[in-house]
T-cell receptor, first 111, second 108 residues
Framework: DVKVTQSSRYLVKRTGEKVFLECVQD?????MFWYRQDPGLGLRLIYF???????EKGDIPEGYSVSREKKERFSLILESASTNQTSMYLC??????????FGPGTRLTVT | RKEVEQDPGPFNVPEGATVAFNCTYS??????FFWYRQDCRKEPKLLMS???SGNEDGRFTAQLNRASQYISLLIRDSKLSDSATYLC?????????FGTGTSLTVIP
């Protein structure tokens, strides 16, 4: 079974803090993705990565950065958290145009 | 224009009913198509892939119409456990595009 894990299920941070969200997959997938999901807006792609040390901007990269130092790990960084970044963050991994597998999500609240 | 559009519902149907969801996509070069299921406060999980020839998995049937650029999901004999949000997903290259989801509630 494919397993994608995320470092936290729930996180509460203060405005201005630097926030790290970690994602690890165990299926040797080349591609990894970070999405955020908000009511009425669906899943929106923040960043994705095709390979180690490679990254591509998605639809809403502003305020975020990513790091992929190892194939199995993809980190999302909120440089200075703001209240409009309160959301559910979902990591996914996959290969090519085949299905993506999601982690359980991190519900982030920024106060 | 959005890459993927689907009716958000909600669909409220009695147990045993048949319900169908449709989804349209804008890029004719799209290569792969999926339906995902998402339960409340959980991550999306793959329900089924959608092939040009259509495919069936038990009570679920998915179809793809490339000419009209839409995909559909049919659920027969609805169960209470089918209550969830169903996401239409279209892949173009390495990018995946998600619909906003259609909410289904099956009522006893």
């Amino acid at each position: 079974d494919v397993k994608v894990t995320q470092s936290s299920r729930y996180l509460v941070k203060r405005t201005g803090e630097k926030v790290f969200l970690e994602c690890v997959q165990d299926m040797d997938h080349e591609n990894m993705f970070w999405y955020r999901q908000d009511p009425g807006l669906g899943l929106r792609l923040i960043y994705f990565s095709y390979d180690v040390k490679m990254k591509e901007k998605g639809d809403i990269p502003e305020g975020y950065s990513v790091s992929r130092e190892k194939k199995e790990r993809f980190s999302l960084i909120l440089e200075s958290a703001s209240t409009n970044q309160t959301s559910m963050y979902l990591c996914a991994s996959g290969t090519g145009v085949y299905e993506q597998y999601f982690g359980p999500g991190t519900r982030l609240t920024v106060t | 224009r959005k890459e993927v559009e689907q009716d958000p519902g909600p669909f409220n149907v009695p147990e045993g009913a048949t319900v169908a969801f449709n989804c349209t996509y804008s890029n004719s070069a799209s290569q792969s198509f999926f339906w995902y299921r998402q339960d409340c406060r959980k991550e999306p999980k793959l329900l089924m892939s959608v092939y040009s020839s259509g495919n069936e998995d038990g009570r679920f049937t998915a179809q793809l119409n490339r000419a009209s650029q839409y995909i559909s999901l049919l659920i027969r004999d609805s169960k209470l456990s089918d209550s969830a949000t169903y996401l239409c997903v279209v892949a173009t290259g390495n990018q995946f595009y998600f619909g906003t989801g259609t909410s289904l509630t099956v009522i006893p």
